[in-house]
């Protein structure tokens, strides 16, 4: 295990940010976090790269412990923090040879490895281009290389792809993979896009309120919840009683808004037919119907009763907004 977490706790004035949580994450995994707002991701990594110390527990990482050796955690890890950090008036060379500097490199030490660094990003043309002229996408692509400078074993990004559009998200994915196999790094991310999540990670740590409700490969994940299809239906009003002759019929219903419901079918072809003779028999109709599978957004859901995003929009905003009022 290249980080082992063990009873790891922070509170900030009496509030459990993150409560007692243990994992651990092997060597040369993508290892993702992947929770609401709120939910302690950013904590968490904070604390993992030393840069807040825990109420109780500790973690090792690559065999050093983070309270008693720090500096030795920190020569071997990179962060990559949710907001951009990269100097504007500055090249993407400039940039890097700063941050390697940090690192206690020397200068040539550095352009030795940048333009191999920027070309695993495709931004060895923009090498001498100042960042304020990059995109969005290019920033986090920089700023992923420039992490790997001091050549740690493992690196932290939190919500690497938040903000950007779906199509640039895709192009991170790949570069994380990229700098995942062929620089053999072990990342540990943070994320609220399950689909992120799904995609990019071998193993996924779900968390809310500081705890971890489950872990394990996303498809192991799904599969422990045993709902083979879900059947997203909506039907015209009033549908009361088709929902409860559904449930009376053996029937989960995962979720209702009005006339819409998420129903887990056993098996397709059957609760199809069944749900069509039902709505002729009371006739109510059928104003969609789909079929899909599980996400790991069904997973949250059967842990919290609630969506991932459903919180974005909630009480969560508000404390976000209360915080930033505070600062
Ligand atoms: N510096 C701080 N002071 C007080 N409360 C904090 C501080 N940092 C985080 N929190 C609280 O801890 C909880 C977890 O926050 P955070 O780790 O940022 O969550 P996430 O990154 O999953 O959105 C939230 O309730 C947040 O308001
Ligand atoms: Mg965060």
């Known amino acids: 295990m290249i980080i082992e977490v063990e009873k790891l706790r922070k509170e900030f004035n009496g509030i459990v940010a993150v409560d007692g949580i243990s994992f651990g994450v092997e060597r040369g995994e993508i290892f993702g976090f992947l929770g609401p707002n709120g ?24 065999g050093y412990d983070l ?3 720090p500096a030795e955690v920190r020569r071997r890890i990179g962060l990559v923090p949710q907001e951009v950090v990269l100097e504007g008036d500055l090249t993407a060379r400039e940039n890097l040879v700063f941050h390697g500097m940090l690192y206690g490199l020397s200068r040539s030490q550095v352009e030795r490895r940048i333009p191999e660094l920027l070309e695993l990003v495709e931004l060895a043309e923009r090498a001498d281009s100042k960042v304020k002229t990059f995109s969005g996408g290019m920033k986090r692509r920089l700023e992923l290389v420039k992490v790997l400078i001091h050549d740690p074993e493992v690196i932290f990004l939190d919500e ?23 620089r053999e790094v072990t990342v540990f991310l943070t994320t609220h896009y ?8 071998d ?5 809310d309120h500081g705890r971890i409700l489950d872990m394990g490969h996303p498809e192991e994940l799904k599969r ?9 239906v909506e039907l015209s009003e009033p549908c009361g009683g088709f929902l409860s002759r559904l449930e009376s019929m053996g029937y989960r219903i995962k979720s209702v808004r009005g006339c819409r419901a998420s129903i887990v079918a056993g098996r397709r072809e059957k ?3 069944e749900l069509f003779r039902l709505a002729g028999e009371l006739g109510v109709s059928i104003t969609s119907i789909s079929v899909r599978a599980p996400t790991l957004e069904d ?5 919290t009763g609630r969506g991932i995003r459903d919180e974005a929009g909630g009480d969560s905003r508000m404390r976000q907004i209360a915080r930033r009022l505070k600062h």
Request: with cysteine.
């Open 39 to 62: 939910a302690g991701k950013t904590t968490t990594i904070n604390i993992l790269t030393t840069l807040l110390l825990p109420t109780s527990g500790t973690a090792r990482i690559a």
């Open 67 to 69: 309270l008693r050796q």
């Open 160 to 182: 690497p792809t938040v903000g950007l559009d779906p199509q640039t998200r895709r192009r991170i994915w790949e570069y994380i993979r990229l700098l995942n196999t062929e």
């Open 194 to 201: 399950m689909e992120e999540a799904e995609q990019l990670c």
């Open 203 to 207: 193993r996924v740590c779900i968390i």
């Open 224 to 232: 422990r919840l045993g709902e083979r299809d879900i059947v997203e």
């Open 271 to 273: 609760a199809l037919a």
């Open 299 to 303: 997973v949250f859901i059967h842990y």
